[in-house]
């Protein structure tokens, strides 16, 4: 990245490595990051994220406004629906498990 980058990570925290990003930042080898979320959640107090002044933190809340949670909800319960009634779920990630059940 070059020395003018922003760092934004708001997918999964296991993604970047830390270390390497916090050594990235106090050596000002990137401009700043913006995190929602940690290699460890809650990320611990005592974590130099928490202390760098070119470092925005979150909480892990991105996706807490009420139409995204009510849209999160008519689709857990879509899903439910259908693998009770032996249908395929719209957002079933492990299909393998499928073959495993005859179908």
Known sequence: MKK???FINGSRGEVVDEQA???S???KEI???GLDVYEKEPISKDSPLLSLDNVVTLP???SATRD???QMAKLA???LIMGLNGEV???LINREVLTHQGK
């Open 89 to 91: 779920p719209p957002s």
């Open 21 to 23: 990003l916090i050594s």
């Open 77 to 79: 319960v879509k899903n």
């Open 68 to 70: 995204t949670r009510y």
């Open 4 to 6: 003018s980058a922003i």
């Open 25 to 27: 930042l106090k050596n």
């Open 31 to 33: 401009l700043a990051a």
């Open 60 to 62: 892990h809340v991105g």
